[in-house]
């Protein structure tokens, strides 16, 4: 055929999306209900045919975690795979650690709105010394001044696009399955790249954990068509809870 396949696959429910904790970097491993997202991410690959020749992952363990389940599913743990700090989830600052509903509550619906889901409002920075910081973790030691303290979904796009160009297109272009495993907001800045989204209606992207997203892409490295969650139902109740968690109590 001459389309080329991209999946992408936000990591299943983590024991902090669980707890309605904001996460970016923190390193929490999936839920029990998130391990059992990710083996159905595997069924759907199997089903779907669409078995990948190569892994991306972001360096977060919820993510591999993911990864590694889905590809046992599909009986593919064997394929190449690359790992990048530039698929992380998005820093989210000083909220990282932070309850959703009761950061709603206490600065209000807008400020939280601007905060999750603006394209360029950066949570405040987060001190080296927090126990939710990266600044000490030898993982990130090579990052040197490209190590965040906050993130806006714009530096997100700019540190993710990179790595995009110089790593993923070359395999899809090479004619391989390339399945990428990463976050919902690392996502949200692929997405908005390929659907040609715009700053302002990015805010109302919202990615379910754990269904593979497939799309077909053109020489020019762009969608052919729409993507397609291979289970739709369950990507647009999973949406729409992502989309309410600041309600949820
Ligand atoms: C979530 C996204 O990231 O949260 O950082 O809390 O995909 O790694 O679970 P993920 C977090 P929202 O931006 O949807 O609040």
Request: charged share 25%.
């Amino acid at each position: 055929s001459d389309a080329y396949n991209l999946i992408l696959l936000r990591h299943g429910q983590s024991l902090w999306n669980q707890e309605n904790l904001f996460t970016g970097w923190v390193d929490v491993r999936l839920s029990e209900q998130g391990a059992g997202e990710a083996k159905r991410a595997g069924e759907l690959l199997a089903e779907s045919g669409l078995l990948p020749d190569i892994l991306h992952t972001s360096l977060l363990t919820r993510a591999i975690q993911t990864a590694n389940i889905a590809l046992e599913e599909a009986d593919r743990l064997w394929i190449d795979v690359k790992r990048s700090w530039r698929l992380n989830e998005r820093h989210y600052g000083a909220l990282q650690g932070l309850d959703k509903a009761e950061t709603l509550a206490k600065f209000g619906p807008e400020q939280f709105q601007l905060w999750r889901r603006s394209f360029d409002v950066p949570p405040p920075v987060l001190a080296d010394d927090s126990p939710w910081s990266q600044a000490h973790d030898v993982r990130y030691a090579n990052l040197g001044e490209d190590l965040p303290r906050t993130e806006c979904l714009s530096d997100v796009v700019d540190r993710m696009l990179p790595y995009w160009e110089s790593d993923i297109t070359p395999d899809l272009r090479a004619g391989k399955t390339v399945l990428v495993t990463a976050h919902g907001n690392s996502l949200r800045a692929l997405v908005k790249h390929l659907d040609g989204i715009s700053d302002a209606d990015i805010a109302e992207l919202n990615i379910p954990t754990g269904i593979p997203l497939v799309y077909r892409l053109g020489e020019d490295m762009m969608p052919l068509g729409p993507g397609r969650y291979l289970d739709p139902e369950a990507a647009a109740a999973g949406a729409a809870a992502v989309a309410a968690q600041g309600n949820k109590k």
